[in-house]
């Protein structure tokens, strides 16, 4: 009898392990779905490349909630992001997980201008675009972030400005830096990108002082994901969560880095929320 249960073990383990594909034969999301898989099959999937595997959103939930900083990577002026950042800051709450909400759109001064308006407007940031002169500030509508302000404001999130200061940016736009990475993999990562964004159409010099301006802005935004005591989910630009080269490579305390698009990159974990068929940002004929 037990040499027939053992039997009926191996024949059902063997079959387990051969209906599904070995962890080592898996190098992507698609690898799981099968041959006949379609591009939207994958959305609203969370990419695991660590186990090789797909994560429930309450699984993803869970990690999040466990880690100190949140790295979440972006696409500008996407809905699909934004409703998904409020999703997570509101799924965050319900475990009780307050973090600081440190926002790439918004610059350490304009922290007193959203700490009086909450004082005024506690519960809805409706408002708060035209307190902030967000339609001059370059970024997006508001309408795409107001979803955002509002989960952390019902929340009651800390919410603080991240970003490198304008003034320096311009600085740096126009006078380069004498001060380097001490990796040089970091600057040729940085404006290999820099030239790319650009079509390929601005020269050398030009490029270089793009790529120190975005170095100096991920150092600044690892420091305001740093500077909570509560921890931070920090928002920006999928280009500023890369591990190898940009906010992740300033960060000394625990993090995880989630991205929110249609590919898996270098992040540890990314949150498919289009076709793969579907690039992003491809801007240059």
């Excluded at 940016?169 to 290999?192: T, Y």
């Excluded at 625990?254 to 498919?272: F, K, V």
Aim: hydrophobic share 40%; charged share 25%; net charge negative.
């Amino acid at each position: 009898m037990k040499s027939d249960l053992k039997r009926r073990a191996f024949l059902s383990g063997a079959a387990a392990l051969f209906a599904s594909p070995a962890i080592s034969q898996v190098k992507g999301p698609f690898d799981l779905l099968g041959p006949n898989a379609d591009p939207k099959d994958l959305i609203d999937r969370v990419w695991d490349p660590a186990r090789a595997s797909f994560l429930t959103i309450r699984d993803l939930i869970d990690t999040l909630a466990d880690s100190e900083i949140i790295l979440v990577g972006e696409r500008h002026g996407f809905a699909a992001h934004q409703e998904r950042v409020a999703f997570l800051i509101k799924a965050l709450a319900d475990r009780g997980r307050y973090p600081t909400l440190a926002l790439e759109m918004l610059q350490p001064s304009d922290d007193p201008v959203i700490a009086g308006y909450r004082r005024e407007n506690p519960e809805y940031a409706r408002r708060l675009g035209i307190a902030l002169d967000w339609a001059a500030s370059g970024w997006p509508d508001w309408s795409f972030y107001e979803p955002i302000f509002d989960a952390a404001f019902a929340a009651k999130l800390p919410v603080i400005g991240a970003d490198l200061p304008l003034s320096d940016q311009i600085d740096i736009e126009r006078n380069g830096l004498d001060e380097r990475p001490s990796d040089p993999s970091i600057l040729e990562s940085w404006k290999a990108s820099m030239f790319e964004a650009h079509c390929g159409l601005i020269d050398e010099d030009r490029t270089l002082k793009l790529a120190l301006k975005q170095w100096r802005r991920d150092e600044a935004m690892a420091r305001a994901a740093q500077s909570s005591a509560v921890g931070a989910l920090a928002l920006m630009g999928r280009e500023h969560t890369i591990p190898s080269r940009s906010v992740p490579r300033h960060l000394t305390k625990a993090h995880i880095c989630l991205d929110l698009s249609s590919e898996p990159g270098e992040a540890n974990l990314t949150w498919i929320t289009e076709p793969q068929t579907n690039p992003a940002g491809k801007l240059c004929g």
